[in-house]
């Protein structure tokens, strides 16, 4: 498999804090992408973010990337009920134009108002 | 904005029979990916086609065939379908033209059950 480990796999937190979840992986990149889906539905995406960068934020979402461990990390800010959900990173293959893409088991986050 | 469509969201279906999953990509897309989504598990690439073609196949299995027709629309085409084959089926698409990878897009699902 493409991807390593997500961590943790599951997070609880109360309504206010920040969540932060981490995933790894094992070649090289173009970009890593972040979804999230609530039970059973649809992979909603968050956020792209490119072998070239390192941070990228969008609203309450910051999201790193480092190339030379492989990781990556998606931060949630003041965080809400809503944001309860399963977290997945998904990343390509640099050596491939052919874009698909690998994911990892996901982050169970449970936020508790 | 158009979103992905997928049709239907769910299905019932007994074992060995077949199943057709569409998906209609967002419009100007491009390229139309396949992913299959066990329960508890992440999704896992199935297939893929760029402009009508097909580009790239993942574990996807025989009985399993796709095509992407000349309005981008995709269907999958399921037969002998096994116990196994229940899961929630995403189609994703995106637009390739400035460069490989760019952000998919995902449907809803088709959440098959096979009894």
């Known amino acids: 498999s493409q991807q390593g480990e997500e961590d943790p796999q599951a997070l609880s937190i109360q309504e206010g804090e920040n969540a932060t979840m981490n995933c790894s992986y094992k070649t090289s990149i173009n970009n890593l992408q972040w979804y999230r889906q609530n039970s059973g539905r649809g992979l909603v995406h968050l956020i792209l973010i490119r072998s070239n960068e390192r941070e990228k934020h969008s609203g309450r979402l910051r999201v790193t990337l480092d190339t030379s461990k492989k990781s990556s990390s998606l931060l949630i800010t003041a965080s809400r009920a809503a944001d309860t959900a399963s977290y997945f990173c998904a990343t390509d293959d640099r050596g491939s134009t052919l874009g698909r893409l690998y994911f990892g088991r996901g982050t169970q986050l449970t936020v508790w108002p | 904005a158009a979103g992905v469509i997928q049709s239907p969201r769910h299905l019932i279906k007994e074992k060995r029979e077949t199943a057709t999953l569409k998906c209609y990509p967002i419009?100007?897309?491009?390229?139309v990916y396949w992913y299959q989504q066990g329960p508890g598990q992440d999704p896992q690439f199935l297939i893929s086609f760029y402009e009508k073609m097909q580009s790239d196949k993942g574990s996807i299995p025989d009985r399993f065939s796709a095509q992407q027709f000349s309005d981008y629309h995709s269907e999958l085409n399921m037969s002998s379908l096994e116990l196994g084959d229940s899961a929630l089926y995403f189609c994703?698409?995106?637009?390739?033209?400035?460069?490989?990878?760019?952000?998919?897009?995902f449907g809803p699902g088709t959440r098959l059950t096979v009894l």
């Open positions: 419009p100007r897309h491009d390229t």
């Open positions: 994703a698409s995106s637009t390739n033209r400035q460069g490989p990878t760019g952000t998919q897009y």
